[in-house]
């Protein structure tokens, strides 16, 4: 009787520890799948926005303004006035 108690007992603290560990490593899979949504939406909106500049810098009237006005870049006849 005693060994049969003892192998149950055993059995029985076996399957706990298992099952504990199993539902460490559930949340510790959920808290990384949180993690891996979060930086997957970060990802998504700066695709969004290297999109729009793609799509920006195919038009060339865009490019000359925005070389004009971030490199000081002019043509000749172009009045520069910088303004601070």
């Given at each position: 009787?005693?060994?049969?108690?003892?192998?149950?007992?055993?059995?029985s603290?076996m399957l706990?520890?298992?099952?504990?560990?199993?539902?460490?490593?559930?949340?510790?899979?959920?808290?990384e799948?949180?993690?891996?949504?979060?930086?997957?939406?970060?990802?998504?909106?700066?695709?969004?926005?290297?999109?729009?500049?793609?799509?920006?810098?195919?038009?060339?009237?865009?490019?000359?303004?925005?070389?004009?006005?971030?490199?000081?870049?002019?043509?000749?006849?172009?009045?520069?006035?910088?303004?601070?």
């Amino acid at each position: 009787m005693l060994l049969i108690t003892s192998v149950i007992c055993f059995l029985s603290f076996m399957l706990i520890h298992s099952v504990a560990s199993d539902w460490g490593e559930i949340l510790d899979n959920n808290k990384e799948i949180k993690k891996l949504n979060y930086e997957y939406s970060s990802l998504l909106e700066e695709e969004e926005k290297l999109s729009s500049d793609v799509t920006k810098l195919q038009d060339e009237d865009y490019v000359a303004r925005y070389a004009k006005e971030k490199f000081l870049y002019s043509q000749n006849g172009d009045i520069i006035l910088k303004i601070d």
